[in-house]
């Protein structure tokens, strides 16, 4: 039971996830961090099996890192995207494949728009305005079809992300308890509270 959001504004990408480590129908922990800070202007939100999300997040982290020291640039978020859904898509071929979909996106500093991207465990890939994985999806895509704006300014995109969490604390059964959230822009990424 788990969700993630992300939306695209004018100039910012907004990424929230719940923050509870569950097993079956027992929360395990309440303060469990699902997103991960790639460099300075990319994020990425994981969710999927428990041992699989954190060691895949940590490898694209770490690896990522590296190809920044090694070739001194840091990779846009098409490209970072681009390097994990090919590692997803290597895994699935592998006897032990991660069970991982992701949020990946952030500020593209070069053409100086924000980018997101939608990737599953099967390496699917979708540059994308706004995206959800997990129950979340089911309740609030149309929400975001129906409010999102590609011109909004990051007040309104917070004010569309409430009204998604706001409408899966209605209809879902479930309590998924507080939401991490951050933004990246041109400025990098920051943590922001609702």
Same mark, same amino acid.
């Given at each position: *039971?788990?969700?993630? %959001?992300?939306?695209?504004?004018? &100039?910012?990408?907004?990424?929230? +996830?719940? +923050?509870?480590?569950?097993? !079956? ?13 790639? /460099? ?6 994981? !969710? @999927? =099996? ?8 940590? #490898? ?21 995207? +681009? ?7 290597? /895994? ?6 991660? !069970?991982?979909? *992701? ?6 500093? $070069? ?8 990737? &599953?465990?099967? @390496?699917?890939?979708? =540059?994308?305005?706004? $995206? ?5 999806? #089911? ?7 129906? %409010?999102? /704006?590609? &011109?909004?300014?990051? =007040?309104?995109?917070? $004010? ?5 969490? &706001? ?6 059964? $479930? ?11 041109? =400025? ?7």
């Amino acid at each position: *039971m788990e969700c993630s %959001f992300g939306i695209t504004g004018k &100039d910012f990408v907004i990424f929230a +996830s719940d +923050s509870c480590a569950n097993r !079956s129908i027992v929360k395990m922990k309440a303060g469990e961090d699902k997103q991960k800070v790639v /460099s300075k202007h990319v994020v990425m939100a994981y !969710s @999927g =099996e428990p041992g699989d999300t954190v060691q895949f997040a940590e #490898y694209v982290e770490r690896n990522l890192r590296l190809y920044g020291i090694r070739n001194h640039v840091e990779l846009l978020p098409h490209e970072a995207a +681009s390097w994990t859904r090919n590692q997803l898509a290597t /895994s699935l071929r592998s006897r032990k494949p991660y !069970s991982v979909n *992701m949020l990946l996106g952030g500020y593209d500093t $070069a053409r100086s728009v924000p980018m997101l991207y939608w990737i &599953d465990y099967l @390496g699917t890939m979708a =540059e994308v305005p706004y $995206a959800a994985h997990g129950y979340g999806a #089911y309740f609030c895509l149309s929400t975001m079809d129906r %409010f999102h /704006s590609p &011109d909004m300014n990051l =007040e309104e995109g917070l $004010a569309l992300l409430k009204r998604c969490i &706001d409408e899966l604390n209605t209809r879902f059964i $479930a309590n998924l308890g507080t939401f991490k959230i951050r933004v990246a822009d041109k =400025e990098g990424v920051r943590e922001v509270t609702l």
